[in-house]
């Protein structure tokens, strides 16, 4: 079993920088991709960014586009997300996947999930 730890969340202001990382205690399979998703209490879980280890390939959602940046190391099965000019919106829980293959903007069509780092904006 495959397991994902995130780490990095914490208090910051708003328009301030936060980066979390996602590291895999294994390579899941020989083609992947990892994804960040976030999700507020009571609400759905949405996606965020993904990447795609295949070639490189990366999606982000509009509401962060230009703001987040999605990176990582392939050969150490680790991820990173970089959140600049926060915003409150930017909601609390984190979570980072994996899924076979290329990135999915769907929740469920992952395959592991990490635990959550919880993020907290202040204005």
């Known amino acids: 079993q495959v397991q994902l730890v995130e780490s990095g969340g914490g208090l910051v202001q708003a328009g301030g920088s936060l980066r979390l990382s996602c590291a895999a205690s294994e390579r899941p399979f020989s083609s992947y991709a990892m994804g960040w998703f976030r999700q507020a209490p009571g609400k759905e879980r949405e996606f965020v960014a993904a990447?795609?280890?295949?070639?490189?390939?990366?999606r982000y959602a509009d509401s962060v586009k230009g703001r987040f940046i999605i990176s990582g190391d392939n050969a150490k099965n680790t991820m990173y997300l970089q959140m600049n000019s926060r915003k409150p919106e930017d909601t609390p829980v984190y979570y980072c996947?994996?899924?076979?293959?290329?990135?999915?903007?769907?929740?469920?069509?992952?395959?592991?999930w990490g635990q959550g780092t919880q993020v907290t904006v202040s204005s």
């Open positions: 996947a994996v899924r076979r293959g290329y990135y999915s903007t769907s929740s469920t069509a992952y395959d592991y």
């Open positions: 990447v795609s280890w295949s070639d490189g390939g990366t």
